[in-house]
């Protein structure tokens, strides 16, 4: 005779995740519908009656990330000027940082997608956690005030403003870019680099390629930082690709130059 302790002990266990979602933000909301809100896409909203999304929460969790990250920034580093400041706050408020903020407290899990974006694999979308994510923050200030909401983003972002801070987070696209290619395609990114200008002007390009595609570019005044623009920019557009292939291949990237390229390198960074 079969069992039912099985079945029930499943009952028992079983987490909404919603709940999972508020225990990892360690946050209640003291008005749940505000909670709701925040996990509608609009894709969901089209096939339920056309109810609301959370667009207009990700709007205003947007501005107050901002302001928290901004504030924070500001008075934890004040002998940093305003250029290197905007450049922190740039990696901090991401759509890739705020993507993995999103999958450490699954929410993804949480969110109420529309069938196609589901079948899709959207709760997994770079783009579509990190607007979750925002629409979060926005719902904790309303449910909150902004004492809740700073609460709220400096624990969801305490190690990565401490790695920002000590410049570790800035440097790791390509260590997170080889990672990714190694789990995706087995092997490693290969950077093609040019430059232009006189010496003491010289201004370098790196373009990111993988699997015979051109995956991400970007330039700086070193080897070194160009190869990190392109990573990161791979680094995000592979994130927002299906984690199969389905035979459509990305759009070729023009290049930031025509020239011929002057070295290419295969993983380990230039000095």
Same mark, same amino acid.
């Given at each position: 005779?079969?069992?039912?302790t ?65 504030d ?23 759509? @890739?940082?705020?993507? !993995? $903020?999103?999958?450490?407290?699954? *929410? +993804? %899990? &949480?969110?109420? =997608? ?20 925002? @629409?979060?923050?926005? !719902? $904790?200030?309303?449910?909150?005030? *902004? +004492? %809740? &909401?700073?609460? =709220? ?27 990714l290619?190694?789990?995706?395609? +087995? ?59 389905t ?14 390229p ?10």
């Open positions: 005779m079969p069992s039912t099985s079945s029930r002990d499943s009952e028992v266990t079983a987490v909404d995740p919603r709940d999972d979602l508020c225990d990892l933000l360690a946050y209640r909301f003291a008005d749940p519908e505000l909670l709701e809100l925040a996990l509608r896409h609009r894709s969901w909203c089209a096939e339920n009656g056309a109810v609301p999304s959370n667009e207009r929460l990700e709007f205003l969790g947007d501005a107050v990330l901002g302001l928290v990250v901004t924070h920034l500001y008075r934890a580093a004040p002998e940093t000027s305003e250029g290197v400041l905007a450049r922190h706050r740039s990696e901090l408020v991401s759509a @890739a940082a705020l993507a !993995a $903020v999103a999958r450490s407290v699954r *929410l +993804g %899990a &949480a969110l109420a =997608l529309g069938k196609g974006e589901e079948a899709t694999g959207g709760r997994e979308k770079t783009s579509i956690l990190a607007d979750g994510m925002e @629409a979060v923050i926005g !719902a $904790v200030y309303l449910d909150g005030g *902004l +004492g %809740a &909401a700073t609460t =709220l983003v400096l624990h969801l972002l305490e190690d990565r403003i401490e790695e920002v801070l000590h410049g570790g987070l800035a440097s790791d696209h390509k260590s997170r870019l080889q990672e290619a190694a789990r995706r395609f +087995g092997q490693l990114p290969r950077y093609v680099l040019r430059d232009e200008g006189p010496e003491h002007e010289k201004k370098f390009w790196a373009r990111v390629e993988l699997a015979g595609r051109a995956w991400g570019e970007g330039s700086g005044r070193t080897k070194k930082q160009a190869e990190q623009a392109a990573a990161r920019h791979a680094y995000e557009r592979l994130e927002q690709e299906p984690p199969e292939p035979g459509d291949e990305p759009a070729e990237l023009s290049s930031a130059g025509s020239g011929a002057t070295s290419t390198t295969q993983g380990e960074p230039h000095a």
